[in-house]
C-alpha cells in the first residue's frame, strides 16, 4: 500500500506546516528557491490566468526595509529570503487574483516546507503597499500587498516561545452535514 503511505506523508506535512517567524542565519539552498518557485509556476488559478509575478530578495538590507513598512511583514527582517507576490491588479478579476494568490502563497510555503525550510506570510497595508512598489520597481498598476518570508527555523526561539492554550478545534465544532447546524457526527 504505497499510495496509503505516501498520502499519509502528504497528510503529514500539510497538517505540520506552522508559521516561522524566527530564522537562523543559514542561507537557502538556490535549488530549494527554484523549487518554489517552480511550484508556484504550477498552482492553479481562475481560468489559468496566472496572474502572478515574483520578487525573490536576498539582500538583508532590503529585507529589512520592507519589514519596516506599514502592514504585518516584520518577520521578514530576519528571513534568509522574501518572496513579495506582485499580481496583475486587473480591477474585473479582484476576488480572483485575491483567490490564486492565498493558492500560489499557501503552496510556495508547503513546498518549502517540503525542504525543512519556514516561512511566514505576511500583508502590506496603506501606504506601505505604494512603498514596496517604489522600493522594489513594481508598476503602479500591479497589486502587492503579500510578502512571504523564507528561513530554517531558530528552533531555539521555537522553544521559548508560549505554547498556544488552545489546541485545535474539533471538526464537530467546525462541519456541518448536508446542511448549516447539522453537526459532522464522523
Do not use: C
Not at 499557501?106 to 503597499?129: H, N, P, Q, T
Amino acid at each position: 500500500m504505497p499510495e496509503v503511505e505516501n498520502a499519509q506523508n502528504v497528510i503529514a506535512l500539510l497538517k505540520s506546516l506552522r508559521a516561522v517567524r524566527q530564522f537562523r542565519p543559514d542561507p537557502v539552498p538556490q535549488e530549494v528557491v527554484d523549487a518554489v518557485l517552480d511550484v508556484a509556476r504550477w498552482s492553479g488559478s481562475a481560468s489559468n490566468q496566472q496572474s502572478w509575478e515574483f520578487v525573490v530578495i536576498h539582500n538583508q538590507e532590503t529585507l529589512r526595509a520592507l519589514a519596516a513598512l506599514e502592514g504585518f511583514a516584520a518577520h521578514l527582517a530576519g528571513a534568509a529570503l522574501g518572496i513579495v507576490v506582485v499580481m496583475a491588479g486587473d480591477q474585473g478579476q479582484v476576488e480572483q487574483e485575491t483567490f490564486d494568490e492565498g493558492r500560489v502563497s499557501e503552496r510556495m510555503m508547503l513546498a518549502a516546507a517540503a525542504y525543512g525550510v519556514g516561512s511566514s506570510i505576511g500583508w502590506f497595508k496603506g501606504r506601505g503597499r505604494a512603498a514596496v512598489k517604489q522600493m522594489l520597481g513594481i508598476p503602479e498598476n500591479k497589486l502587492v500587498r503579500t510578502a512571504i518570508s523564507f528561513g530554517y527555523p531558530d528552533e531555539e526561539a521555537r522553544r521559548a516561545r508560549p505554547k498556544p492554550a488552545q489546541a485545535r478545534k474539533p471538526l464537530s465544532t467546525l462541519v456541518y452535514e448536508e446542511r448549516y447546524g447539522v453537526r459532522w457526527q464522523h
